[in-house]
């Protein structure tokens, strides 16, 4: 029970990710003001842990690694397989692999694992 309760925050985390990367893309291709969006996504994801991430992502910051991106992508495989092993699906976990495999493939590894988040800015 306790790598599942481990897994799920983690997935919580990750997803967060996701949704901040996803976000500051739309921000940047629309021209909308970075700061100003760093100002939203910082109010939404107040909790110290992510918030931080707010920055280091708008930033493209993935250096130092806190989390390094291949250690994301065996929490994600492992995500997907106590799901599967629960007989539930996670689609945006699956989503999440197929962007970090893509980011480690276009020179990301050994970086942050917040930096699969490159994937939807390209």
Do not use: H
């Amino acid at each position: 029970m306790a790598n599942v309760a481990k897994l799920v925050a983690n997935f919580l985390l990750v997803s967060s990710l996701d949704m901040i990367g996803q976000s500051l893309a739309l921000a940047e291709k629309s021209k909308l003001d970075q700061r100003l969006v760093i100002q939203m996504l910082s109010g939404f994801f107040a909790p110290p842990a992510v918030k931080e991430y707010v920055t280091r992502i708008a930033e493209r910051d993935f250096d130092p690694a806190g989390f390094d991106i291949a250690g994301g992508l065996k929490d994600i495989e492992l995500m997907i397989e106590a799901a599967r092993e629960a007989k539930l699906k996670l689609t945006s976990a699956d989503a999440i692999r197929t962007k970090i495999r893509a980011a480690m493939k276009s020179g990301l590894r050994g970086k942050d694992w917040s930096s699969f988040t490159e994937v939807d800015r390209r």
